[in-house]
């Protein structure tokens, strides 16, 4: 595959998971407010700031994220094209961190969107909460596996970039996911770890 054809890929990821940041904020900027992951320790502050949610938003939510990270996907597969230029073992590193980030992500991300639907279905009770809630923690570990996934695939093409060992300047490693998602998620920004990965595939598809 020639390199225009992998930029191709890489712009692909970087629609993926602009698309992606859109469905968490779906979710996570509410009509009645913004919900914070703290908030369902109490039952009357979650009724409240989803008194006015759609129930069609969460759908929305869970098929936006699916197709977003199938874009993601071939964005992720570009990488490890990319990479077996330079380095088979992180390229091997690479295509497993995906699979290990995609296929129990599309799982998570359908879990939160469905878990919300469900609690604005059943009338956003207590009782409802407690549902979700136990719903939530029994399956959270697609969420662990993951993260796990994710950061192993960042830490490695930050390694291979910093290391000059592609055709990337070293210096654009600071566009690594890692450290930017880092500084959003402490910013309490919504999807901010989709948008420093559009930025990391961005930073790919400009200087590779």
């Not at 992998?6 to 509410?30: E, N, Q, R």
């Not at 069609?56 to 990488?79: K, N």
């Not at 009770?125 to 959270?140: D, G, P």
Request: with cysteine.
């Amino acid at each position: 595959m020639c390199m225009n054809e992998m930029k191709v890929l890489f712009f692909l990821a970087v629609c993926g998971h602009l698309l992606c940041g859109i469905s968490d904020c779906l979710i996570t900027y509410v009509p009645g407010g913004k919900f914070q992951f703290s908030d369902i320790r109490d039952s009357k502050k979650m009724k409240e700031t989803f008194s006015r949610m759609p129930e069609s938003r969460p759908i929305q939510s869970v098929l936006l994220g699916v197709l977003a990270l199938l874009l993601i996907s071939f964005g992720g597969y570009g990488v490890f094209l990319w990479m077996k230029q330079y380095s088979l073992f992180h390229a091997a590193v690479i295509l497993i961190s995906l699979a290990v980030f995609l296929i129990p992500g599309t799982a998570h991300h359908v879990i939160c969107g469905t878990a919300e639907w469900f609690y604005l279905k059943m009338g956003r009770t207590e009782e409802a909460l407690k549902i979700i809630i136990q719903y939530f923690t029994r399956t959270a570990a697609t969420m662990a596996v993951c993260y796990i996934g994710l950061i192993v695939f960042c830490i490695t093409l930050f390694h291979a970039v910093a290391a000059g060992m592609t055709s990337m300047p070293a210096w654009s490693c600071v566009f690594n996911a890692l450290p930017v998602g880092l500084i959003l998620t402490l910013l309490h920004i919504g999807g901010g770890g989709n948008w420093a990965c559009a930025l990391m595939y961005l930073s790919l598809l400009i200087f590779s």
